[in-house]
């Protein structure tokens, strides 16, 4: 079985491929931290029976990303990994091409499940009562942001530019500006001074 990992952060990468090969030994796995590398795999092969898709992967747009997934790797099962999301957006997402999903939270047993359902080529989806919860417990729109995003506007509050940011974080300039405008529209601003503003008041309800 082939599978491809498209999600930017080594750990998480990491963590899914250890439950993947605790079930199976026989698995070739490919990891692509950005979907300009994702796609360089797709055109070598495309016969990929799984493909791990991180919603929030810092190159491109989740529906432009699903609608080249689906013309580049037609018969792979896509499945959505990512953190907790509005679920609307999960629901946009399952009419697009993506026939499961595994919340990046979810935990060991929920994990170890959804891995073992994947790997029999069936569909994973979490219980509604579950998404809703989920939804219930962090419904304000910072909890939709991933830990890389709130690492930026944590870096963002202090002043510093987009260069800056790229240089400490180890990325480029234009993922920190894919980044900012995934992290305006979640949080429903449209500048810096908005974003920094909803931050530091964010900071202090927390402290407080």
Same mark, same amino acid.
Do not use: C
């Given at each position: 079985?082939?599978?491809?990992?498209?999600?930017?952060?080594?750990?998480?990468?990491?963590?899914?491929i250890q439950v993947l090969t605790s079930f199976s030994d026989e698995l070739a796995i490919y990891e692509a931290p950005t979907f300009d590398i994702a796609q360089e795999y #797709?055109?070598?092969? =495309?016969?990929? $029976?799984l493909?791990?898709?991180?919603?929030?992967?810092?190159?491109?747009?989740?529906?432009?990303?699903?609608?080249?997934?689906?013309?580049m790797a037609p018969a792979s099962h896509i499945v959505l990994f990512s953190w907790p999301r509005p679920l609307s957006?999960?629901?946009?997402?399952?009419?697009?091409?993506?026939?499961?999903?595994?919340?990046?939270?979810?935990?060991?047993?929920?994990?170890?499940?959804?891995?073992?359902?994947?790997?029999?080529?069936?569909?994973? #989806?979490?219980?509604? =009562?579950?998404? $809703?919860?989920?939804?219930?417990?962090?419904?304000?729109?910072?909890?939709?942001l991933s830990p890389r995003q709130l690492e930026i506007m944590q870096l963002l509050a202090q002043g510093l530019s987009n260069k800056?940011?790229?240089?400490?974080?180890?990325?480029?300039?234009?993922?920190i500006r894919v980044h900012l405008s995934a992290i305006f529209k979640a949080i429903k601003v449209s500048n810096r001074t908005e974003a920094t503003l909803w931050y530091l008041l964010r900071q202090k309800r927390l402290v407080n």
């Amino acid at each position: 079985m082939k599978i491809l990992i498209i999600d930017s952060q080594f750990f998480v990468r990491a963590g899914l491929i250890q439950v993947l090969t605790s079930f199976s030994d026989e698995l070739a796995i490919y990891e692509a931290p950005t979907f300009d590398i994702a796609q360089e795999y #797709l055109n070598h092969q =495309s016969d990929y $029976n799984l493909i791990f898709l991180d919603m929030d992967i810092p190159d491109a747009e989740i529906r432009p990303t699903l609608q080249t997934l689906k013309k580049m790797a037609p018969a792979s099962h896509i499945v959505l990994f990512s953190w907790p999301r509005p679920l609307s957006e999960i629901r946009q997402a399952l009419s697009n091409g993506v026939r499961s999903y595994l919340p990046k939270d979810a935990s060991g047993e929920e994990a170890k499940q959804a891995v073992r359902i994947l790997l029999q080529n069936d569909r994973y #989806l979490p219980e509604e =009562s579950r998404l $809703n919860d989920n939804l219930s417990r962090q419904g304000s729109a910072e909890h939709f942001l991933s830990p890389r995003q709130l690492e930026i506007m944590q870096l963002l509050a202090q002043g510093l530019s987009n260069k800056e940011i790229a240089t400490i974080l180890g990325i480029t300039e234009g993922t920190i500006r894919v980044h900012l405008s995934a992290i305006f529209k979640a949080i429903k601003v449209s500048n810096r001074t908005e974003a920094t503003l909803w931050y530091l008041l964010r900071q202090k309800r927390l402290v407080n």
